[in-house]
Every structure is written in structure tokens, then in C-alpha cells.
């Protein structure tokens, strides 16, 4: 009796992460109307989160600096380029050559739209008699929030287009749960950001990953084999 073929496998959907990123995108433009509206709850809870973190960076010194080495060095925006360049080259030479291109100019749409979006909100960051940190340009959106976001979802990407092993894919992902909730909190905790530049960053970030994600499922992973020599 002869056996019948198993059906053919369908190719990954991109609706997944499609409307994730519509759903985060459409959150980011939500927020981005109540700063620049400075909507009262949102700017009251800003306040009062920035003043109880402030009370506390200002007399545990330690902690304090501990926090800013993890800011300044380990989670800096230029950190996390670099460590994304690193796998890109890597991925790169592999034969990766499109999800590497891809990853690549999705973090350099992120910075682009980083830059973008403060010069156009000019939103004011928190002020203090005695500050424990500084920082440069406007507040809205967290640059290092936005930037950690968007290294580690495509880091994580790549892992899974790259066909990773699933402990590295593991790895990937917790290490980059604690570094995009960690700087979050080191750029309120140390006074440079308000909450809702953290969230915002957060959003935007996540949303360009997803975004990326489907656009190269719909795109970029379906041009010829031969087109781009990978």
C-alpha cells in the first residue's frame, strides 16, 4: 500500500511579527502624543518616580557608581553597537551575507530614528541641584534603552536565522532580558531620563526589531539565491 508524501511544510508566517511591530509601534506613537501633550498623570508619575530613585542615587554612593559603570561602559550605546557590528562581521563572513546586511542597517534605521525624534519632542530632561550623572541631547526617547532593545532582538534574531543551538539562543535572550530592563533602570535610577523616555525607547526598539523581522521574512529572505552571493 503505497504511502502518501507528508504535506509539504508551509513558509513562517511574517504576520507574527507584523502585528506585533504595529502593536508596538501604535503603543510608541500613543506615548509619544502624552509627552509631547505632557499629559498630567504621565508627567506626575515621571516625577514622582524620578524623585524617590534621586533621594536614593544621592546617598548610596556606592550603588550609585556601580550603576553608572554599567551605564557608561557595559550597556552604552557605542557598547552595544560594537557588540552587534562584532556578530555582524561574524554572521558575515559565515555566508550570512543578507540577515547580516539586515541586522546592520536595521540598528542604523534605530539610531536614525533615535536622533529623529528628539530633535523634533526637544523634551527636557530631569533637572537637579545635585546631580549624580549628566547626560547629552534630549530626553525623549532613551537612547540606551532604544539602542540595548534593538542589539539584543536582533542578536537574538540572528541566532535563530543562523540556526543557533538552543542553549545559545537561552543565553542570548536572558542576557538580554537583564541588560534592556537593567539599563533601563540605571538611566532613571541615575537621574539622566524620566520613566516614560525609558518605556518609549523600550517600544520604538522593540518595534523596528519586529518590523525588520517581517520585512525580511516577506523581503529580503525570498530574493533569488544567487543575487547577493550568500
Known amino acids: 500500500m503505497p504511502v502518501a508524501p507528508p504535506p509539504a511544510r ?3 508566517p511574517v504576520f507574527g511579527p507584523a502585528r506585533a511591530g504595529a502593536a508596538l509601534a501604535a503603543l510608541s506613537g500613543l506615548l509619544l502624543v502624552l509627552v509631547a501633550a505632557s499629559w498630567g498623570p504621565l508627567v506626575s508619575l515621571d516625577r514622582t518616580v524620578a524623585d524617590r530613585l534621586h533621594r536614593v542615587a544621592v546617598t548610596e554612593r556606592g550603588f550609585t557608581h556601580a550603576n553608572r559603570v554599567l551605564t557608561d561602559w557595559v550597556w552604552d ?4 553597537r560594537a557588540l552587534l557590528a562584532a556578530v555582524v562581521v561574524a ?3 559565515r555566508g550570512g551575507r543578507r540577515p547580516a546586511l539586515w541586522a546592520a542597517a536595521t540598528s542604523a ?5 533615535q536622533q529623529t525624534m528628539k530633535a523634533a519632542l526637544g523634551r527636557e530632561r530631569p533637572r537637579w541641584p545635585d546631580p549624580v550623572d549628566s547626560a ?7 537612547g540606551h ?3 540595548v532593545t534593538v542589539t539584543f532582538g536582533l542578536l537574538l534574531w540572528l541566532a535563530a536565522a543562523r540556526g543557533a543551538r538552543p542553549a545559545v539562543r537561552r543565553a542570548v535572550a536572558a542576557a538580554g532580558a537583564v541588560s534592556v530592563l537593567g539599563v533601563g533602570f540605571t538611566r532613571v535610577y541615575l537621574g539622566v531620563h524620566w520613566l516614560s523616555d525609558v518605556v518609549g525607547g523600550w517600544l520604538i526598539g522593540a518595534a523596528l526589531v519586529c518590523l525588520s523581522v517581517a520585512a525580511y521574512g516577506r523581503w529580503g529572505a525570498n530574493r533569488p539565491r544567487g543575487a547577493d552571493g550568500a
Do not use: D, E, Q
Request: charged residues 0%; aromatic residues 16%.
Open 91 to 93: 554572521v558575515f563572513v
Open 10 to 12: 508551509a513558509p513562517a
Open 77 to 80: 550605546t557605542w557598547t552595544m
Open 145 to 147: 534603552a532604544l539602542t
Open 136 to 142: 547629552s541631547y534630549a530626553a525623549f526617547p532613551s
Open 109 to 113: 534605521l534605530g539610531t536614525l530614528v
